[in-house]
């Protein structure tokens, strides 16, 4: 069995809220307004760290200016952050 370090969870956790913000999306405030539950936010993180782009991922970050229309295409939670979009819309 592999355990993930608190570090790795930690910069994946960072990334999907930097994504999210990226699209417009603050996590928290859809949380507490009840369209996202803790656990729905665990299994964003989860998927991230499966991610084998965590590098491009950061990069396409840091380059991005303002709200995008879109996760790049490697996203593993690009449908949910559409989806989560199209509800806060």
Known sequence: M???SPTHIKRH???VDDMANARGLDLQEIA???DLTPSDISDLVLRCT???QTEA???WLSE???TVSAAPHY???AHDFDELAARSG
């Open 57 to 59: 991922c950061e990069k």
């Open 75 to 77: 996203c593993r939670n």
């Open 13 to 15: 956790a960072n990334l």
């Open 2 to 4: 592999h355990l993930m």
């Open 50 to 52: 499966g991610c084998t």
């Open 64 to 66: 991005q200016i303002g």
């Open 32 to 34: 507490l307004r009840g």
